[in-house]
């Protein structure tokens, strides 16, 4: 692959880090934090923001080693050719895994809340049809994709600011009614939030002002970290400690609470705009995995490969109704199986290193 017909510029390269982390589990953040440490909660998500903004300094000075290679280079160069084989193989198949997942999850809301009488396969057919064209283009397209849908991002939030009719500050009191440790506890959940960092290993070859990489991961973590930060606090401005918990996504709830005289169902076009944010997600992560197996297996042709996988998706969904209990159990194995990627893999890489120091010559 020509990485340097294929730059990125260091506005893309933030706006990826940024989307990926921005995914589904927004939706449900206020109440999984409501759910371990009450009116405090929001501390943990700046104490997550901190941990994944440590990482992501971390991951840039490993890239740095290497900067003009692309992810399987990457990784065959620190853990030499068997073991990084290996484990570039699990972290495409980990990629697919949690495209899958945030996939299915958007198809299931969209089905729940906007279109109850349509069959699963047909929105996933309709969700797959422009990843396809997105991931075959690939991370060049996504870039400028992700770039043009930014603004939505923005027009979101400020919907979510409008729902503060009667916003009740009460409910963020107290702060630490039990002291410090449900904050502590919480923060293994909101640094779950910020995964989607681990993509830097994948697009950091493909930006244009390397030098530029620190401040812009930086960046891209103060971004997720005021954007749950601000949906978080919305939410527990809307409801109270106890309603919360009893709402599985608070955020899709709340926007129905917008209403306009001028136009009715408001909330269907918003939750529209809202699954086109959360495609970033996995249009990122199905590249990355594909573009890992592609690598790996010396693929011929990439856009059959794509939907070879595309396929299979809308096949098993005809034979596997899901539910949200199932894909509730299977997010948190994806959310275990993220923070051990996003925590192993650099000291797998720092431990492979130092085997192998005699490649940094």
């Keep these: 692959m020509n990485i340097t017909k294929l730059n990125i510029t260091y506005y893309q390269f933030v ?6 982390q921005i995914g589904i589990g927004m939706l449900s953040l206020p109440r999984e934090l409501a759910e371990k440490s009450g009116a405090g909660s929001w501390i943990s998500i700046l104490i997550g923001g901190l941990i994944s903004t440590i990482l992501s300094t971390l991951y ?32 495409s198949i980990y990629f697919i895994y949690g495209a899958s997942l945030v996939l299915m999850l958007s198809v299931l809301f969209v089905q729940s809340y906007l279109l109850q009488h349509t ?31 930014f603004p939505l991002v923005i027009f979101f939030l400020l919907m979510l600011f409008l729902t503060l009719k009667i916003p009740n500050f009460k409910n963020l009191i107290p702060i630490l009614k039990e002291g410090w440790m449900p904050i502590i506890k919480s923060v293994p959940t909101t640094t779950v939030s910020f995964l989607g960092i681990e993509i830097i290993f994948v697009i950091y ?35 109270n400690p106890y309603e919360i918990l009893t709402i599985f996504a608070p955020v899709i709830d709340i926007l129905s609470i917008i209403e306009f ?58 034979f596997f109704i899901p539910s949200f209990k199932f894909f509730d159990l299977q997010v948190k194995t994806f959310s275990n199986l993220g923070l051990i990627v996003i925590l192993g893999l650099p000291i797998l890489l720092w431990i492979g290193g130092i085997i192998n120091k005699k490649n940094f010559g």
């Design 15 to 20: 706006l990826i880090i940024f989307g990926v």
């Design 60 to 91: 840039i000075k490993l890239c740095q080693k290497v900067p003009h290679k692309n992810f399987s280079s990457f990784i065959t160069f620190y853990l030499g050719k068997i073991v990084g084989k290996i484990m570039l193989f699990l972290i």
């Design 119 to 149: 069959s699963a396969y047909i929105i996933l057919f309709l969700f797959l049809v422009p990843s396809f064209q997105l991931v075959t283009g690939g991370i060049h397209l996504i870039a400028k994709y992700i770039e043009t849908i």
């Design 205 to 239: 070859p493909f930006l244009d002002k390397k030098e530029k990489a620190m401040k812009g991961v930086i960046i891209a973590n103060v971004m997720s970290s005021f954007t749950y930060l601000f949906v978080t606090i919305i939410c527990f401005l809307n409801y």
């Design 261 to 318: 005289q001028f136009l009715e169902r408001m909330d269907v076009i918003l939750l529209s705009l809202l699954f086109m944010v959360i495609s970033k997600t996995w249009v990122t992560y199905f590249w990355a995995g594909m573009d890992g197996l592609y690598e790996l297996f010396k693929i011929k042709r990439f856009p059959l490969f794509v939907m070879t996988i595309f396929s299979f998706i809308i096949i098993s969904s005809f």
